[in-house]
């Protein structure tokens, strides 16, 4: 089924009314389902190292807990 289908309605359901069809268009269209994850984190990051240069960038993710350093590493890995 595609995300344009509308969904069967059984007896105990009501159909969807329009304002359910446009929320759920609007969903769709929302970027938080549009746009990677770690392609955002990745070009975030990015964007802060080309801003501070390596040195600052550097100076600055020492602050950042060991754990979480590890965990984006592994997040973005291959990327």
């Given at each position: ?18 304002q359910?069809?446009r ?7 929302d970027p ?34 060991t ?6 590493q592994?997040f973005?890995?291959?990327?």
């Amino acid at each position: 089924m595609s995300h344009l289908e509308e969904p069967k309605v059984t007896e105990d359901e009501e159909p969807p009314t329009e304002q359910d069809k446009r929320k759920k268009m609007l969903a769709l269209k929302d970027p938080v389902h549009m746009v990677s994850l770690q392609q955002f984190i990745y070009e975030k990051l990015k964007a802060q190292q080309e801003m501070l240069g390596e040195p600052g960038f550097q100076s600055l993710m020492e602050t950042v807990d060991t754990e979480i350093v590890t965990q984006l590493q592994e997040f973005l890995q291959g990327f």
